[in-house]
């Protein structure tokens, strides 16, 4: 019966409250979280849904946020999981199965997503770090798009400070091997 | 030799993330669910009448909204979307099961639906049963 109950009890914590702060988390992160999506899912539409999502998640679980960290790294954990667990899911593997394919092709082949295609002759680096394994690709955006420190990427990703370091150095020399094989 | 990443950001912004900003249609859609969400909050006696609605035949969303209406309960009058939203809830618990026929969802109890409605008449008997001698004393 505790199931039925619990769909039928009232939430308690002040609901107006818990609907201005997702107002300002949206109005302050919106588009980093955007962004962030998209590094990871490489696509606008679902990017923007994915981000819906994960402020809708924040809502549900806003009264589990412990104030260990501040609310902004909250929300970027949410989302890189959230993005993760899309990633894992049975839509995306088989569904977007093409794009899961090019993800582990090396580099080298790699076809580039139809988006990415339309930029590539305005930016190369960008691409390239678009074309980077996840793992990678995820601490370059955040220290340098999101100029978060690593510490703060720590705490987002749940990796030790010095993997974010070695994957940070690894990322640059796959870089630089890109660009090198462009020019 | 400095940090080619330095120009990262930049790049970015004029390439992929160009014009590519969270619209104020999809902050709205969040408020809106949020809000909905809000609103589904429903009382025990309007799940057990759903459940006790579809409990001999499978009904679709229109008719068992008609046997709610006969029962009087009036949660979802005039709001028929939340039924619904319901419906879909206690599918999702794999409370109800549906299948689709001749283009309308029909919905019935699965197992676990079952016991919860007899769960719940089984403890409502119970007190039925211990507040039935003092009924029958009072109008004595």
Redesign the interface.
Known sequence: MNELNQLAVTDEMMLDEREQIIDQLMREYSDDILHLVYTYVKNRTIAEDLAQEIFIKCFEKLNQFNQQSTIKTWLYRIASNHCKDYLKSWHYRKIMLNNKIFDHIPSKLKQVEEEVIKHSEENSLTNAVMNLPIKYREVVFLHYYEELSLKEISKITSVNINTLKTRLKRAKELLKDKMIEEV | MN???????S??E????KD????NE??N???E???T??QA????E??IAILESVQYESKDGYNISVQLFQKDERTFQKNEGQLYTLLH?LEN?E?LTSNWLNNKKYYSLNSKGKK?LA??KK?TDKQGLSLNPFITEASL
């Open positions: 940090d080619p990443l330095k120009n990262l950001k790049s970015m004029k390439s992929i993330f590519f900003s969270f619209s999809r902050k859609a969040v408020r669910t949020i809000r969400n809000q909050q429903f009382h025990i309007t799940i809830l618990k409370i919860y769960t719940y403890d």
